[in-house]
C-alpha cells in the first residue's frame, strides 16, 4: 500500500504492517554509500606504493560510505522506527570524511610547508570541527544546514586552496581532478537548495543524490591518482 501526500517528498510505502518512508530517497542515497564503498575496497585492495596522504583519503570513502547508509536508512527509509536524532549518525560521518579530505590534502603539501603554518592549519581544522560539532549536538541549533556549511567551509577554506598549491608544487593532476569535482558539486547543491523535482518519485533529494554519485565517481579518480604515485612524502 502506498499512502500518498501533497509534499513534494517521496509517498511512504507499507509492505504489511512495515512503514517505508521515502524509498527512491533511501535508495538513491545507498546508491551514494555503495559507490563511496567501492572505492573504499579499489584503495584497499591497490597495493602500489602509497603516498602519506592515502589513509586520509581512503578514510574520506569509508566515513562517507557509513554515513550515507545512515542516511538512507536511519534518516530517510526507517524513520518511522528512529528518532530525528539518528541523523547526527550520518552527519557526524560526512564531516569526518570531509575532515579527512582536508588532512590528507595538507598532507600533500606538509613537505613544502613550515611547521608552524602546518600545525597552524591543522589546528584550525580541529577547531572548525569542534564549532560545527557543539553546533550539531546542541538541540536548539541542530540541523542539516551545519552539515552544509561545515562541508562548504572545509571545501572551499582548506581543500581547494591546499590542492591548488599541492597542483603547483607536485604537478598531480588528481589535485586539478578534486578541484573539478568540488566545482562540479555545486550542481547538486543547487539541486537540493532550490528544490528542483519531477515528481514525488523523483524529487531534489533524488536527483541531488544521483548527482552526487558522479562527484563521488569523479572523487575515486582523483583521490587513486594522489594516494597512488612513485614518490612517498613524508608523513
Not at 530517497?25 to 584503495?43: N, S, V
Not at 549518525?89 to 598532507?107: D, E, I, K, P
Request: with cysteine; glycine share 8%; net charge positive.
Amino acid at each position: 500500500m502506498i499512502e500518498s501526500s501533497n509534499s513534494i517528498l517521496n509517498p511512504t510505502v507499507f509492505i504489511g504492517a512495515f512503514e517505508l518512508r521515502e524509498p527512491v530517497t533511501a535508495l538513491t542515497d545507498f546508491l551514494i554509500a555503495i559507490t563511496c564503498g567501492i572505492a573504499f575496497w579499489l584503495m584497499t585492495k591497490n597495493k602500489t606504493e602509497r603516498a602519506a596522504s592515502f589513509k586520509y583519503y581512503r578514510g574520506f570513502f569509508l566515513m562517507y560510505a557509513i554515513g550515507m547508509t545512515s542516511a538512507a536508512w536511519l534518516g530517510h527509509g526507517f524513520q518511522a522506527y528512529f528518532g530525528p536524532e539518528w541523523k547526527m549518525l550520518g552527519w557526524f560521518c560526512s564531516m569526518t570524511g570531509q575532515a579527512l579530505l582536508a588532512y590528507g590534502s595538507l598532507s600533500e603539501v606538509k613537505q613544502h610547508l613550515k611547521p608552524l603554518i602546518y600545525k597552524g592549519i591543522t589546528a584550525l581544522l580541529i577547531a572548525q570541527f569542534i564549532v560545527f560539532s557543539f553546533y550539531i549536538l546542541n538541540p536548539t541549533t541542530r540541523g542539516f544546514e551545519i552539515p552544509q556549511l561545515a562541508s562548504v567551509v572545509v571545501l572551499t577554506g582548506f581543500v581547494i586552496p591546499l590542492q591548488i598549491y599541492g597542483y603547483i608544487r607536485n604537478n598531480n593532476i588528481g589535485s586539478m581532478l578534486v578541484i573539478t569535482a568540488i566545482v562540479y558539486g555545486l550542481v547538486p547543491g543547487y539541486v537540493y537548495n532550490n528544490q528542483i523535482s519531477i515528481n514525488q518519485w523523483f524529487n531534489y533529494h533524488d536527483i541531488s543524490h544521483v548527482l552526487v554519485v558522479v562527484y563521488m565517481i569523479i572523487m575515486t579518480f582523483a583521490l587513486r591518482k594522489l594516494a597512488f604515485r612513485s614518490s612517498l612524502l613524508v608523513d
